[in-house]
């Protein structure tokens, strides 16, 4: 029977979040685990299993607010060079879920092939990425996905193809524990148009984000026809400070964190832009980010 001195070199605990996530603050996670391929993660989510604890996949921590209590039960990040790996077949690439969204957009640009060059400035991971479907007003991530490889809660694994898969804005029905690996189909075009979208959606993103602070993605999702930094900004919220957390004067829907800053300054934050919004329009903000 498998126990934890099995998991020895890949698992620690009590193990603080806050340094790998964006926002840099919350507490620790009770079991955290780094297995280095996908029979060690089968074994860990069967152990965790067995133990019937709680499991959460960690990406690159760009998407999620960890409460000040920390995260009880088991915490998997896939930071080993088997979750990372990318390659290039023809038009498709293959890129694991642990791998950097960034890097599968610089090795398809790099391949001239277009489609993720628009996902360009958007952090995290693959896994990530397609969980909430992550994109912008030049398109989303999911539109490319050609299939999806997934280990479920239970430890199974299986392949989804585009036919068995959906996705709207920022919903995917990727709801599996994790996603191990993708395949997005892409299209072959002229080099210079490729670099030239993904600049100009890199000059933009830069000019209106706050890349230099301590911030997460985006807060708030859009409402239908609406945007949530344009509401935010129009009740005059930029620039309000709740502890050491405050709403980004660059991009209303940014929060920043500051040194000092704890998880609860974040959440009543959000509770009080969520508050006043709806007292001025009548609209419920959605959270784009997850709450741990």
């Excluded at 995260?71 to 077949?89: H, K, N, R, Y």
């Excluded at 920022?170 to 993708?182: D, G, K, Q």
Aim: charged share 20%; proline share 3%.
């Amino acid at each position: 029977m498998t126990t934890l001195e099995d998991f020895s070199d890949i698992l620690r605990r009590d193990e603080p979040l806050a340094p790998l996530t964006w926002l840099k603050v919350g507490g620790p996670a009770q079991y955290f685990f780094t297995p280095r391929s996908v029979e060690q993660l089968e074994q860990v989510v069967q152990w965790c299993n067995d133990e019937e604890l709680p499991i959460r996949l960690l990406g690159g921590g760009s998407n999620v607010l960890i409460r000040d209590e920390g995260v009880p039960g088991a915490v998997i990040q896939l930071t080993g060079e088997s979750f990372a790996e990318i390659s290039v077949d023809g038009t498709i690439i293959r890129a694991g879920g642990g791998a950097l969204l960034s890097n599968v957009v610089s090795q398809s640009v790099a391949a001239k092939l277009a489609g993720l060059e628009t996902l360009v400035g958007i952090p995290g991971t693959v896994g990530g990425a397609l969980h909430g479907n992550a994109g912008g007003r030049h398109g989303d991530i999911g539109q490319f996905v050609k299939s999806v490889t997934v280990l479920t809660a239970k430890g199974e694994r299986f392949t989804r193809t585009e036919d068995e898969l959906s996705f709207s804005y920022r919903r995917s029905s990727i709801n599996e524990l994790c996603l191990l690996s993708a395949e997005f189909q892409l299209t072959e075009e002229d080099p210079v148009e490729i670099d030239r979208r993904m600049r100009t959606v890199w000059i933009m993103k830069k000019a209106g984000q706050p890349f230099s602070f301590q911030s997460a993605g985006c807060i708030f999702k859009n409402p239908r026809g609406l945007s949530a930094g344009a509401l935010i900004e129009q009740a005059g919220l930029k620039g309000t400070r709740v502890g050491n957390c405050e709403v980004s004067d660059r991009h209303a829907n940014f929060i920043v964190t500051h040194e000092g800053a704890t998880s609860a300054d974040a959440l009543r934050l959000i509770d009080l832009i969520q508050s006043q919004i709806h007292d001025a329009h009548g609209i419920e903000l959605e959270l784009e980010i997850d709450v741990w």
